[in-house]
């Protein structure tokens, strides 16, 4: 089981932007597609983006597309996620996991969840 802990978070304008950083423990890092996600209170935990073991595809929810970039460094077992043009509905604590089943969105397909990074915006 890898170990995932999220930072980056914090709180920021409309507008602004963030990096959040995903570090893994072991030795499997680029073995596995990795995700991110968030969960906002009283709301269901929701996709954010995929990205492929190598880096070479990525895969964005419709909410953030054109606003979210997903990458990764497997030299550094780093997974990145760029958010740019944020806006209030962004808010919500941020996940990664690592994708271990056939679906590149379903939450119930991810494994070693992270303990989260909040992420607000607001003015």
């Known amino acids: 089981q890898v170990q995932l802990v999220e930072s980056g978070g914090g709180l920021v304008q409309p507008g602004g932007s963030l990096r959040l950083s995903c570090a893994a423990s072991?030795?499997?890092?680029?073995?596995?597609?990795m995700g991110w996600f968030r969960q906002a209170p009283g709301k269901e935990r929701e996709f954010v983006a995929q990205i492929s073991r190598s880096g070479d595809t990525s895969y964005n929810a419709d909410s953030v597309m054109g606003r979210f970039t997903i990458s990764r460094d497997n030299a550094r077992n780093t997974v990145y996620l760029f958010m740019n043009s944020l806006k209030p509905e962004d808010t919500a604590v941020y996940y990664c996991?690592?994708?271990?089943?056939?679906?590149?969105?379903?939450?119930?397909?991810?494994?070693?969840w992270g303990q989260g990074t909040q992420v607000t915006v607001s003015s």
């Open positions: 072991g030795r499997t890092f680029s073995s596995y597609a």
């Open positions: 996991a690592r994708r271990i089943g056939s679906s590149s969105s379903n939450p119930a397909d991810f494994d070693s």
